[in-house]
């Protein structure tokens, strides 16, 4: 299904609009003068580098490879890469998780589940997608056995992710025992917020540091249109309640796309007024089935500009070397807000991210298609010295920068539900 025209949008949610939110959800944000009246709900109407495999790992056993785009040169940005970001407190790195570009990885994503209970329209096509046998499948023991070998190496932050990551039976078995790797300093779950309220007193117990909850609408009807499923007020209760709990900030992923929520932009900003929220306004990603589209993206300097215009006194805040967003904040407001430019502004010089799908293969780019199965050669016997050359030699492969977006739009890849964003 295409995505709608905001026309569509309007004639859903005049139907919808006046569906009050239940009080001890988040209340409405308070908005400068100049602003609209305030309401919780949106107003919308709304070099290449070395290619040849090392002799242990010629298996680039996906799918979603395709021989033909792995080749093709790096273009379309410049990449601003220097010593500068590399961290000088944790030499000397693991061999096996540094690049040829110097790059360290200390940052893995492993995606729990395949599963999902909603069906967001830019990330997985209308038809879903087919699910691997469940034998094909990380085991509990597997991934704790990969984040152990990981961790030992130097990685310091793991998100789990997905699919949807809370759907996972044994996700609080899974955290608790990363708790215990000594080593690991950060634990993230990025959740669609759909089970995050019944939750979040076992996943604070076990562990979890950091929340990022995807809300793509205020609109309770654009919000389903959006994911194609119900259950907007549990995430909004998600949200609320963790910031209760002390999720400080919490963070909140929003897919723009041109005719269904950019018109929303300022109200997810207002919303920094009164809470510890950090908005991360994500550039829309072109992968398998989502029907993407270049005009249907939103650029950062677009939306920059539009919410420059209703807060000119918005300043930058230092970012992290490794943080993706491009970080800012409107003065005197609790929250900040952030951009993630993979599309109009890459970060590929200060990539430090690995991610390991839920059928155990590593990706060493979310944009690339290249994937090597950690999962067999686990099942196979491999001792960790093997799976570390495997790993390795992967990480020697990873190019110096994305192909660019129309090459990824272009390119086979996995949908996103099957990669864990
Ligand atoms: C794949 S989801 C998995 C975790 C969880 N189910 C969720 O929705 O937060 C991870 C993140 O990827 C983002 N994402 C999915 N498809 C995307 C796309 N085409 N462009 C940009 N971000 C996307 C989602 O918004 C979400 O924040
Ligand atoms: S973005 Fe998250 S919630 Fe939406 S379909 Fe993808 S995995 Fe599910």
């Not at 691997?132 to 991934?143: F, G, K, N």
């Not at 398998?288 to 589209?293: A, E, H, I, M, V």
Request: with cysteine; aromatic share 6%.
């Amino acid at each position: 299904m295409a995505l709608h025209s905001s026309k569509c949008c309007r004639l859903i949610l005049r139907t919808h609009a006046a569906r009050a939110l239940p009080s001890r959800i988040l209340k409405p944000p308070i908005r400068d003068k100049a602003c609209k009246p305030q309401r919780w709900y949106s107003s919308a109407t709304k070099e290449e580098n070395r290619t040849e495999p090392l002799a242990l790992v010629d298996s680039i056993t996906s799918p979603y490879t395709d021989a033909a785009s792995t080749s093709q040169p790096a273009q379309e940005f410049s990449v601003a890469t220097g010593p500068g970001w590399i961290s000088k407190d944790v030499a000397p790195f693991s061999e096996s998780l540094t690049d040829t570009f110097g790059r360290r990885h200390t940052y893995l994503r492993i995606s729990l589940t395949e599963k999902c209970n909603l069906r967001c329209q830019y990330c997985m096509p209308e038809e879903g997608v087919t699910l691997s046998p469940r034998a094909q499948l990380l085991s509990t023991e597997e991934v704790l056995t990969l984040a152990r070998l990981f961790v030992r190496e130097g990685v310091r932050k793991i998100r789990l992710t997905g699919g949807e990551p809370l759907i996972r039976p044994d996700i609080l078995h899974i955290i608790a025992e990363m708790r215990k790797l000594e080593g690991l300093k950060t634990i993230a779950v990025t959740t669609n917020g759909m089970n995050l309220a019944r939750l979040l007193p076992g996943l604070q117990e076990a562990g979890v540091d950091l929340l990022n909850v995807s809300l793509d609408s205020l609109v309770p009807a654009k919000f389903e249109f959006i994911v194609r499923r119900k259950g907007f007020h549990k995430v909004m209760e998600g949200i609320e309640k963790a910031i209760e709990m002390g999720y400080n900030p919490v963070k909140v992923n929003c897919v723009v796309m041109r005719g269904l929520n950019e018109d929303e932009l300022l109200d997810f900003v207002a919303l920094t007024e009164r809470k510890p929220l950090d908005m991360r306004f994500i550039e829309y990603m072109p992968f398998d089935g989502n029907k993407w589209n270049f005009k249907k993206m939103v650029s950062y300097a677009e939306m920059l500009d539009r919410i420059k215009q209703q807060w000119p006194s918005l300043e930058a805040v230092p970012a992290d070397e490794a943080d993706t967003a491009k970080a800012f904040r409107v003065p005197g407001f609790q929250g900040q807000l952030g951009f993630i430019t993979s599309m109009s502004d890459n970060f590929c010089g200060s990539c430090n991210r690995l991610r390991i799908t839920a059928d155990g293969n590593l990706k060493v780019c979310l944009f690339g298609n290249s994937e090597v199965s950690l999962r067999d050669s686990l099942r196979s016997g491999a001792s960790d010295q093997e799976l570390l050359q495997i790993i390795g030699a992967a990480l020697g492969r990873k190019k110096k920068q994305h192909a660019g977006m129309f090459s990824i739009s272009q390119m086979k890849n996995r949908p996103m539900i099957l990669i864990g964003g």
